[in-house]
């Protein structure tokens, strides 16, 4: 059974700091992996898609990797502003059109 | 374009009673996805459809889940006889995933959720 980790579980940044968060999966059949910000009482907003064939895709000050065969990837997030406050999750999926396998995510304070 | 809508947003409910979770995907998208956030807990794959089919209902958490998709659009997620402890924060994904085939077309977008409460 896949499982994701995501460490830290939490961080607190000033603003301005470049920062990365790190995502674990166990099983390196995935066939996409994706982040996904959730600020509270909302739902998730995708951030990136990385298909299992990429290594790195980006959008903006956000870079997600793909390391397929060790199972990691890793967000990082370039010169932090208070707005990216949020918690950040890490999903991978076996197929296309499977359900995603998330993990508990990172909540992330960046102080202004 | 408009999002994933979800309704109810809140939904409280006595223990026992049915309730009915509706989802409303982006327009054009086949694929279809239910997850529940429980307090404390990740979120957790229920079931897909692609088109009105779910191929896999091993996720959904008991007999007393059901869900349907009708006209390849809208899903309603169905719990009976509720109990506390399906409290959870109920969201809906949809995507082209089975359709195109291409990037992004794999992407899900969620709508807000509806926030299930079973006293």
């Known amino acids: 059974k896949q499982e994701v980790t995501q460490i830290p579980a939490a961080l607190s940044v000033p603003e301005g700091e470049n920062l990365v968060l790190n995502c674990s999966f166990t099983d390196s059949a995935i066939y996409n992996l994706q982040w996904f910000r959730q600020d509270p009482g909302k739902g998730l907003t995708s951030l990136l898609l990385i298909q299992s064939s990429q290594r790195e895709q980006t959008s903006g000050r956000l870079n997600a990797s793909l390391d397929k065969s060790s199972g990691r990837s890793t967000l990082y997030i370039a010169a932090s502003q208070p707005g990216d406050s949020a918690t950040y999750l890490c999903a991978v999926s076996p197929q296309a059109t499977d359900g995603l396998t998330f993990g508990k995510g990172t909540h992330l304070i960046i102080q202004p | ?119």
């Open chain 2, 1 to 119: 374009g408009a999002g994933v809508s979800q309704s109810p947003s809140n939904k409280v409910t006595e223990k026992g009673k049915d309730v009915e979770l509706r989802c409303d995907p982006i327009s054009g998208h086949t694929a279809l996805y239910w997850y529940r956030q429980s307090l404390g807990q990740g979120l957790e794959f229920l079931i897909y459809f692609q088109g009105n089919s779910a191929p896999d209902k091993s996720g959904l958490p008991s007999d007393r889940f059901s869900a349907e998709r009708t006209g390849g659009s809208v899903s309603t997620l169905t719990i009976q006889r509720t109990q506390q402890e399906d409290s959870a924060v109920y969201l809906c994904a949809s995507s082209q995933a089975g359709t195109s085939g291409l990037t992004p077309g794999d992407t899900q977008y969620f709508g807000p959720g509806t926030r299930l409460t079973v006293l």
